[in-house]
């Protein structure tokens, strides 16, 4: 169990508080995500969580301590690799745990496999893609035990075939592993295929329930219309009852074009 209660954040020199008495717990196992629009604070949340910020008020109870069983994944790679070749970064973490050599190997090689990078490990790490930098530091979170994973916009710079397939690596390790994901993103489509969606907008919590119940308030339909690219035009389809759940897989939104033009779906007037 992750709980914050009450907690108020304000940065050095802010006029006003980044965060403002928010009241949040995740349950173990459970895949949230906090969404919301730029300038929310949402990444400082995820910041709190991880431990990387200590709040002004209010209370932050974490099972274990978070230095150890909490891990935390930004947007930008280079900010957290540290080690020259992958099996380097991902056994950096341990090296301050007094393990043996031989329990540090073992841990290394599970991850690396884990993660999908077995045959890679004397890689180094500039030279991967930002989606196999991911996985390393993915990988190195996994070594050191951590069952709490934070994503905080790590998939971001990532082609969308990449940002599936790590999500999907990312839900069996979930099951295999037991792990509790805490998901940073702007991105509906993801937004959405969450257990559960906290959604932030000037500091507060506006919203915080199941990811679909989000879409019929107006919080809701504001963000689908503020949505660009396929977001945006699988947000009109659905909003006008042409896709029955949203969704922006093209062969979702095909079908339901296709049935468009052969008259077997009207549009609605919303």
């Not at 304000?10 to 717990?25: F, G, I, R």
């Not at 929310?40 to 150890?68: C, V, Y």
């Not at 069983?69 to 341990?94: C, Q």
């Not at 301050?96 to 690396?112: G, I, P, W, Y």
Request: net charge negative; hydrophobic share 40%.
């Amino acid at each position: 169990m992750m709980r914050l209660q009450d907690v108020r954040f304000t940065y050095p020199s802010a006029e006003k508080p980044a965060l403002n008495d928010v009241t949040l717990e995740i349950e173990p196992l459970s895949w949230t995500v906090i969404s919301g629009p730029d300038g929310s604070w949402k990444t400082t949340l995820s910041r709190l969580l991880k431990g990387l910020l200590t709040p002004d008020s209010g209370t932050i109870t974490l099972a274990e301590d978070p230095a150890t069983s909490v891990g935390y994944v930004g947007g930008d790679p280079y900010d957290w690799l540290i080690g020259l070749t992958v099996e380097e970064d991902v056994a950096f973490g341990l090296e301050s745990q007094q393990l043996s050599a031989e329990e540090m190997c073992t841990r290394v090689a599970q991850a690396v496999e884990r993660t999908g990078l077995s045959g890679m490990e004397k890689r180094l790490t500039h030279t991967l893609s930002g989606g196999e930098q991911q996985k390393v530091a993915l990988a190195g979170i996994l070594a050191l035990g951590c069952r709490v994973v934070i994503l905080d916009e790590a998939l971001n710079m990532i082609d969308l075939p990449t940002r599936r397939s790590i999500r999907r690596m990312i839900a069996g390790l979930r099951s295999d592993l037991g792990l509790t994901v805490v998901e940073v993103t702007n991105r509906l489509a993801e937004a959405l295929s969450g257990d559960r969606i906290v959604f932030l907008s000037e500091g507060s919590i506006r919203f915080d329930g199941l990811p679909h119940d989000i879409l019929p308030t107006r919080m809701g339909r504001d963000w689908l219309e503020a949505a660009s690219g396929m977001e945006g035009f699988s947000g009109a389809l659905f909003q006008r009852g042409l896709l029955p759940v949203f969704q922006v897989e093209p062969v979702h939104v095909t079908s339901a074009l296709l049935k468009l033009l052969s008259g077997k779906l009207t549009i609605s007037e919303k």
